[in-house]
């Protein structure tokens, strides 16, 4: 009967000596323990060139931070080296909050996502999903919201879960399990035969009852908040994006409203009109990719404080992946960026996430550069990032900034992100919670 009682993570980690051999399965059940002895029981204090505060945009030099447990209690040009205090000098660099991504897939790696999900199992890929948590952090994220597992049901509460216990190392995450969509929506298997049956990549709910029924599953299986896919497919005609509306206001809102019940939040696939604008009215957490956003529904997010989640990352990476790619994509990355100019002038909240999975974990920051590239500027983005980031997780005021009593979640990045914001895909060194999980080369 013992067996019975294994978790979801301990098994896939069992099957991994089948799908992947020995190695790797002694490697991901190594994790725990290589984590555990990174945590240090005396006082820490980081010293780099510079530290940036992300809420005013000063720029403190020479960067001190002391961190005691998993929080930090000090911050300044100079801190209290306690007795016994491990002092780590991270030479020319800036100390920062670590970088979240509020819209990551982990259980999608490149390759054709369409086949990724039928041909290869819910354990084979759980395991590379923990690969991918740890690429994440180890490139500087230290909190993500996972938007989907896209066919892999509840396996994301199993990662969250180990990664909160110590067992595998990756950044704190918010995770919607299976994202929910219609009969023939945006993740149906609509290009395979019907005969075939081929599963949604998402689950299914074609009326506020059954977006009821689905959020109750969801969360009996702990899931943190919802996500509704709300557009698609999408299509350019004549220069301008058509993509069909999924859910009305009315729905979204059932979903709201019983989200609300335990605590969670809604966030959308929104790509254009009108769904944006529904999603806008019925008030949800973020419009993701939001490629189309009337100057109605930019009034309401401006009002209701609705960040959009540009996702610039994935469209750049599917145009770059083939012809067929850049013939479909470029049209629509372009219209993008106009929009987006638009939508910075008329002064909506912003969030950062990349969409990583069908591109490789770890090189998401290229968003940050992608949101500067087309017309922020950088403190604008890293604050995008950090202190909405933070937001729109729920951890506001435990995370995203460099302050006594938030948690210890910091990174090092060479030069000044200020003046070069490719140097947070630079990152040399991070810590999550007081635990040093990377630390530049030289200082090993």
Not at 158 to 168: E, Q, S, T
Not at 191 to 200: D, E, I, T
Not at 404 to 425: F, K, M, N, Q, R
């Amino acid at each position: 009967m013992a067996s019975a009682c294994k978790t979801p993570i301990v098994s896939a980690i069992e099957k991994a000596k089948y799908v992947f051999g020995w190695t790797l399965a002694l490697t991901l059940a190594g994790h725990s323990q290589l984590f555990a002895q990174q945590a240090a029981p005396h006082p820490i204090v980081l010293h780099a060139a510079h530290l940036l505060e992300i809420d005013t945009g000063r720029v403190i030099t020479p960067g001190e931070v002391l961190v005691v447990g998993e929080r930090i209690t000090a911050v300044g040009a100079a801190v209290s080296h306690p007795a016994g205090a491990q002092v780590i000098d991270l030479g020319d660099t800036t100390l920062l909050p670590g970088l979240i991504d509020a819209h990551i897939h982990l259980f999608l790696h490149p390759g054709a996502e369409d086949l990724q999900t039928v041909e290869e199992s819910v354990p084979q890929r759980t395991v590379l999903a923990v690969l991918a948590a740890r690429d994440d952090l180890m490139a500087g994220f230290t909190a993500e919201r996972d938007m989907g597992t896209e066919g892999a049901g509840s396996a994301d509460t199993a990662v969250r879960d180990a990664i909160n216990k110590g067992l595998i190392v990756g950044p704190r995450l918010r995770i919607s399990g299976n994202a929910i969509d219609i009969l023939g929506g945006h993740e149906d298997a609509n290009r395979f035969n019907p005969a075939q049956q081929v599963l949604s990549n998402a689950t299914y709910a074609n009326s506020a009852d059954e977006i009821v029924a689905a959020i109750r599953q969801q969360h009996k299986e702990g899931s943190d908040f919802v996500k509704m896919y709300e557009t698609g497919p999408d299509s350019m005609r004549d220069g301008v994006l058509h993509t069909p509306y999924q859910y009305t206001v009315a729905q979204l809102k059932t979903a709201i409203d019983e989200t609300a019940r335990f605590g969670g939040v809604v966030a959308v696939h929104a790509m254009g009109e009108p769904g944006c604008l529904y999603a806008a009215q019925a008030g949800v957490a973020s419009i993701d990719h939001a490629s189309q956003l009337s100057d109605e529904t930019m009034r309401i997010m401006k009002s209701k404080n609705i960040p959009a989640v540009p996702t610039f990352a994935i469209f750049e990476y599917f145009m770059n992946a083939s012809q067929a790619g850049e013939k479909r994509e470029r049209p629509m990355l372009e219209y993008k960026i106009k929009e987006f100019k638009k939508q910075i002038a008329a002064g909506i909240p912003f969030a950062v996430g990349s969409d990583v999975g069908p591109f490789p974990h770890g090189t998401q920051a290229r968003e940050l550069e992608l949101m500067v590239k087309y017309g922020m500027k950088p403190l604008a983005v890293l604050q995008a990032d950090m202190i909405n980031g933070a937001r729109l997780l729920g951890w506001a005021g435990q995370i995203g900034e460099l302050k006594p009593g938030y948690l210890a979640d910091i990174i090092a990045v060479p030069g000044s992100p200020l003046e070069d914001i490719t140097a947070v895909e630079r990152v040399a060194f991070v810590m999550k919670g007081g635990v040093i999980a990377r630390l530049p080369a030289d200082s090993r």
